[in-house]
């Protein structure tokens, strides 16, 4: 217990806390450069041991690093970089408000008046790609490798990283033409329930697709679940699946990616509860995978709080929720690990939200020409996506990110970028 998170937080108290998390709603970050993450190579390191347990339930679910925390890079994973805030955009976000307004009447009722919400506008950041930031972060998910633009993409652009689902056949090209780019395998499962021991579910999960495994060594992560939701109550069940995972993988010689959160999830109570993986999946050298999906554009909630905690200008309750987890939590414990959102772009299935119906990028292409964001459709998504390629190559923990999907089909048609893939190539290339 004394070498876990807890050793680390035996000195804070509740008065501590709350008056650190009071001096920090009210503070504004200054700009730091921009760090470009960089994956060591895990066969030189050094072997790994087993860390202590966590107790969750007595991890603080507020405690807000102080100020000048510290930040744990993947390009140092393991040791501390040079204190210093994150940076924050310098442009202070126009907040998507959901107030409804009551319709004006002659004579006063007590039956309630009807309402019409507020006209949802974009917030279009004034922010041009910056090669002052380092390389583009952007990479692709890849459902069928069925188009020669992407190997071409890979070939020109040299990508962060790229996602691949059940098809596995391409990856040795994908890493001749590109040998740094991380690539993050998952296979479909079915079953993902919270039953039995969790130990033992994850050994039954391995075993089922360790031949796959063993076979693409092209794979430098191996994702487990596809965006489980398991809320307060099936969390530490899933922490443990997770551990578990982790740890039989390990004795393969093969690396995880943790978490595979969808978008919007988890509350920061119940990413306490997942601490104790983190911390596994730290020794074990793996990684940790996140979904970041809004609509009607990725700008959608930026800048809104979470249940709990204060607004901040640089992080969202959509896009950019990977920081409440990072700052509040993964930098202040000394637990931080690489992170690659390996599902990106725009969903329509938000519940709640404003704009059109729609599913994937393709059905918002008119709606964000009468928005402002571009003159054309493409155009308008790609805008989009330098806009948060900016924003990831600000945190030095981010590998990249996988936009959702190259080679959709099916009911991912509307997702497909294929169309686009010369574009999306030109824009990594401009970034390098």
């Known amino acids: 217990m004394q070498d876990g998170v807890l050793g680390r937080l035996g000195w804070l108290g509740l008065t501590v806390v709350l008056s650190l ?29 087993a860390v202590a347990s966590i107790d969750p339930a007595q991890v603080p679910v ?11 890079t993947a390009a140092n994973f393991g040791q501390l970089s040079p204190p210093g805030p994150t940076l924050t ?44 930031l380092g390389p583009s972060k952007l990479g692709l998910h890849v459902i069928r490798a069925n188009d020669a633009n992407i190997i071409n993409f890979v070939k020109q652009g040299q990508p962060a990283v790229i996602k691949a689902l059940d098809n596995f056949g391409y990856l040795p090209e994908i890493k001749a033409a590109s040998p740094r780019t991380i690539v993050v395998g998952r296979i479909n499962f079915e079953g993902q329930n919270y039953t039995g021991s969790p130990e033992d579910a994850a050994r039954d999960f391995v075993n089922a697709q360790l031949e796959q495994y063993l076979i693409n060594t092209a794979v430098d992560y191996w994702e487990g679940w596809n965006e489980p939701d398991p809320n307060l109550d099936n969390m530490p069940w899933y922490t443990r699946f997770e551990q578990e995972r982790v740890r039989l993988l390990a004795r393969h010689n093969l690396r995880a990616a943790i978490g595979g959160f969808s978008a919007g999830v988890p509350e920061m109570d119940e990413f306490a509860l997942f601490l104790p993986a983190i911390e596994t999946a730290k020794a074990y050298r793996g990684i940790l995978s996140l979904h970041e999906y809004s609509a009607p554009d990725m700008t959608y909630l930026y800048g809104s709080p979470l249940p709990g905690y204060p607004a901040y200008p640089d992080r969202g309750a959509l896009t950019f929720r990977y920081r409440w987890y990072y700052r509040e939590f993964l930098e202040p414990l000394d637990l931080v690990i690489p992170l690659v959102i390996s599902e990106a772009g725009i969903d329509g299935i938000i ?57 959709g089909h099916g009911y991912y048609k509307l997702y497909d970028i294929n169309s686009i893939l010369p574009q999306l190539t030109n824009y990594v290339r401009s970034q390098r």
Do not use: M
């Open 21 to 49: 998390l009071a001096a920090c709603a009210g503070s504004t970050a200054v700009p730091t450069r921009a760090e470009v993450a960089v994956v060591p190579d895990w066969a030189t390191a050094a072997p790994v041991t």
């Open 62 to 72: 507020t405690w807000t690093p102080p100020p000048n925390a510290t930040h744990d």
């Open 89 to 132: 955009p310098s442009i202070t976000p126009i907040i998507p408000t959901k107030t409804l307004r009551p319709t004006k009447t002659a004579t006063p009722t007590p039956t309630p008046l009807p309402v019409t919400p507020t006209r949802y506008v974009s917030y279009i950041p004034d922010l041009p790609p910056s090669t002052d």
């Open 351 to 407: 519940g709640n939200r404003p704009g059109p119906q729609g599913t994937g990028w393709s059905d918002f292409q008119s709606y964000w020409v009468e928005q402002g964001w571009a003159s054309n459709g493409v155009d308008a998504f790609i805008r989009q996506l330098a806009w948060y390629d900016n924003g990831v190559r600000e945190d030095g923990y981010v590998i990249g990110f996988a936009v959702f999907t190259a080679g």
